[in-house]
């Protein structure tokens, strides 16, 4: 049978023929070029991609030789919290180091933003430190920027998605602007004291999950932190494939933040002085695998192109062409994973 | 001016944020005879849906989006006054929320802005809103179309279970249904019943639009 087993962006498995995996893989990348103004993938590439859609086996993976770093977000969420499976964070850490063989990982609370951890500074200094003592690698510090938290009722500031649909786009923008002066200093608070209870790096998750202002906030803290400790280790580990234009005026370094692709928003990522880029392509759960993975690696290796500093591929639920599942399935993540890394020539995951 | 030129028009003040001008073409399609419905669906509303796919794309930004979205209200208003000849005409009604246990709204503001444009009234019931209180207040409004959004997968369910109750407590065939958020997809609204499903917020006007039969 000439069918290939594949799946949607949402996960439910379908069977295609050959000739539509192959439409929809030049589709995919087309359509990032479109989007991205970058270059579409080259035929040779869409061969190759091609051949990892519809290699036989359930699982796949790279060859000797390209194996990839991993880092994390969300780190200590994953077992204790989304699994469910009873283990403190750092059995978790732990369990990471010495079962599955984890390069890094990261130490995160469950309240995962760096406003809420203010209070609590203190515990998690100490967890940090415990950490530490045990592990051999490398452990960051992670939580969310998440400007939307400063914002009426969970903060002092009117709140700009309530404000906008009101056209009151003056006070929208001002309150924006009122809100990254809150988190710069949260920001910088928490990660200089994670870092002196010796984080080997600090993760920035989701950047620009409230648009443009809250990827202006991390950027002007990753300077002060890297003016501060200039051998920090910064991770910008992002929250969509464009920067999300919730004011529109803001600038970094003269570069107008809103509506940046991947291998802009490096840019901007290295020169506040980041030492990994986690880039985000979304996945679209009503197109197939094949469209949604030359999508990313598209996006991917424009980034990896035009990067000076490592490129880690978010890869989870709903970003980096993997499904949006509760549990991806491992058929659609390693191939996924071998196709960024090979074609894309992401440097870790 | 001629019909075609004065479409052209109205798809630019749109794409523009042109308020004066937006007025200007409404006025003079009103003034020249032009079918109202045509200039509204052809030209202003075109131009909306092509603000939402440039935001999607992230060619503008909210503030221009929300801009674009007021020039439009002025000529749909002055454009319905024409199509009713001067009575008010009864608004589609639309209920829309975000549902139990999610407390993403970005999306769903987007869709809720550009579905006012159309001159459907939008209650907007926010975020983390239980299956019980959406079908209270669609009910209490007399809605023509109840929205809901989901953004996690394990919130998704929250679709189903408005289709559930609905169907329940005899009333699913007083509203058309439509979903929409990241992890829903058209075999998804297959699945559970649903009317329409939008992948977009430009997607959405053009969905509940034909929900209402415009
Ligand atoms: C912003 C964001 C947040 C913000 C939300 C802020 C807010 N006020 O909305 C915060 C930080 C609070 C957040 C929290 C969480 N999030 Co979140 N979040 C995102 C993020 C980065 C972007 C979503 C977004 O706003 N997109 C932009 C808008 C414009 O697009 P959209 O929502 O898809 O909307 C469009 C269409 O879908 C459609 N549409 C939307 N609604 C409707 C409704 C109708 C009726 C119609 C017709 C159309 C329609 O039109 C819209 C406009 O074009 C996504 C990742 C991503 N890149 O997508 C994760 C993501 C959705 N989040 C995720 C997760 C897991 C969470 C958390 C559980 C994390 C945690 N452990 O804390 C919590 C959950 C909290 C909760 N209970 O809901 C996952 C979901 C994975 C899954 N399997 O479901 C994602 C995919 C990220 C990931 N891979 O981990 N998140």
Redesign the interface.
Known sequence: MSDIFTRYGDGSPTRMSKEDIRFDLEEGTQDAADRGKIPALTEAELDRLFEICTMPEKAVTVERGDEVIVSFDAGTLKLPVRAGVPMDRSAAILTHERAFCSDTMELGHVDYSYKQLKAIIHEECQAMEHIQLNTIIPVFYGAMPNLGLYTKPDGPIENWSELLPLAKIDEAKAAQEEAMEHAVKDIVYVASRMYESGADGINFDTVGASGDADVLATLKAAEILKEKYPDIAIEFGMAGEFVLGMHGELYYDGTRLAGLYPHQQVKMAEKAGAAIFGAVINTNSSMSFAWNIARAVTFVKACTEAASIPVHVNVGMGVGAIPVTNTPPVDAVSRADKALVEIGKADGL | MSLEDIIAEARETILQCDQARAVAVAERAVAQGFDPVQVLSEGFSYGIRQMGDL?G????????L??SS?VMKSAVAILDAAIQGGTPQAKAKMVIATVEGDVH??GK?IV??LL?TQGIEVYDLGRDVPTVKIIEKALEVEADIIGTSALL??TLMGQKKLEDELRKNGLRDRFKTMVGG???????ADRIGADAYA?DAAEAVTKALALLGK
């Open positions: 935001f794309r992230g060619e503008v930004f909210l503030p221009q929300i801009l007021e709204d970005i503001g809720v802005s006012k997968t394990t990241a992890p829903a997809t058209q075999r998804w992948e």
